[in-house]
């Protein structure tokens, strides 16, 4: 049969975006309006305010993405857009918006889970075969997933807490470092000895691969206060190494639990996907344990890790092929595990 292509549409977090993706895996247009100047003096993401941003901006991202792909609705084949996992209002306007474009158009609708986006991010970026392990690491998600098929997940294990990009943004914000918080710890931590400080490694001593971050961002916390308490305040080496040790306790456990799934749920491939994703020691640490395991290593490119709609679309074509129709009862499940 013919080649499909789809529209995708994501509102369910901070990133309001439109994207036309053909079952071919081009991307003939991605577009990300984010939110981050907006929730900038709040420390998070204020759901009000991005329910009320992906409202006013979802037309003229779907807009753009049509014209910079060159397509009007007419020369589609369907619309993709997140169901959930997410804040409530924006999953919400993101539905209405499609909706309206399906009935409008006569387009066949599909209703995409979030994290099932990002899971088969490898198919589209590299044609990634069945089956692979993939690790989620993001501001809101971490976990490990087996992917079989389009809708063929297996969650090995996962945050009990705070996701890793979460706990990243909150030791920046500890040490007065700016927000976004990987990147900023990321660059503290070059100049920073990883073993000056002893951070723990949460969760290490337990079967499985489930994780926990929330112990270190406390651990880094009681680090800052005593060291402000010794000296008077923190030198620009304390953070630098506080950084450091931070960084390397978290690609410590992320990869020794990457070791346990691949070994309880062998692939040939070890695909990463998210914001953290980004973070270069945590990509070698990972890529050691892909070489170790005899599997490939595969890292997307980061503006298709982090939120987008070119994801969306391409998941919703592969369910599509594999059957998947919405009707306009199509609800908004803001919890939604895959
Ligand atoms: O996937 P993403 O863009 O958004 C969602 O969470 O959905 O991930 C954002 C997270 C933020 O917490 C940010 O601090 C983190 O990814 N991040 C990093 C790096 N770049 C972004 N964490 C560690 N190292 C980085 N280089
Ligand atoms: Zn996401």
């Known amino acids: 049969s013919m080649s499909l292509t789809f529209l ?6 901070d990133d309001t975006a439109a994207a036309v993706v053909t079952e071919g895996r081009e991307i003939l247009a991605s577009v990300v309006a984010g939110q981050t100047t907006l929730h900038a003096d709040f420390g998070g993401v204020v759901p009000e ?23 009007s609705l007419a020369d589609l084949d369907g619309i993709a857009v997140t169901a959930g996992p997410g804040l409530i209002g924006g999953v919400l306007s993101g539905l209405m918006l499609a909706k309206g474009l399906a009935a409008g158009s006569g387009l066949p609708l599909v209703g995409v889970n979030h994290l099932a986006g990002h899971a088969l991010t490898p198919r ?130 992320l990869a020794e639990k990457t070791r346990r799934a691949l070994a309880q749920s062998p692939a040939p491939v070890l695909a990463v996907a998210g914001g953290v994703a980004a973070n270069q020691t945590l990509r070698a640490a990972l890529q050691q344990v892909a070489r170790d395991a005899g599997a490939g290593f595969l890292a997307p490119p980061l503006r298709l890790c982090t939120d987008n709609a070119a994801m969306i679309a391409w998941a919703g074509i592969e369910a599509y092929r594999a059957g998947q129709r919405d009707g306009m009862d199509l609800a908004a499940r803001p919890r939604w595990p895959l």
């Open 8 to 13: 995708g549409i994501e509102s369910s977090c």
């Open 49 to 71: 305010i991005a329910a009320r941003a992906h409202a006013e901006k979802l037309d003229s991202c779907v807009e753009q993405a049509l014209a910079q792909a060159g397509r």
């Open 124 to 253: 589209l970026t590299d044609g990634t075969d069945y089956p692979y392990l993939m690790l989620l690491v993001s501001g809101g998600h971490c976990q490990f997933l087996s992917v079989a098929g389009p809708e063929d997940f297996t969650r090995l294990g996962g945050t009990i807490d705070d996701a890793p990009g979460e706990a990243f943004d909150k030791v920046a914000k500890l040490l007065g470092l700016p927000q976004p918080g990987g990147p900023s710890v990321e660059a503290a931590a070059r100049d920073g000895d990883p073993r000056r400080f002893s951070l723990p490694r949460p969760l290490l001593d337990r079967p499985g691969c489930d994780l926990s971050f929330s112990g270190l961002k406390t651990a880094v916390l009681r680090l800052r206060d005593d060291l402000a308490a010794a000296q008077g305040g923190l030198h620009e080496q304390d953070r630098a190494d506080i950084c450091a040790g931070f960084q390397a306790a978290v690609a410590e456990v």
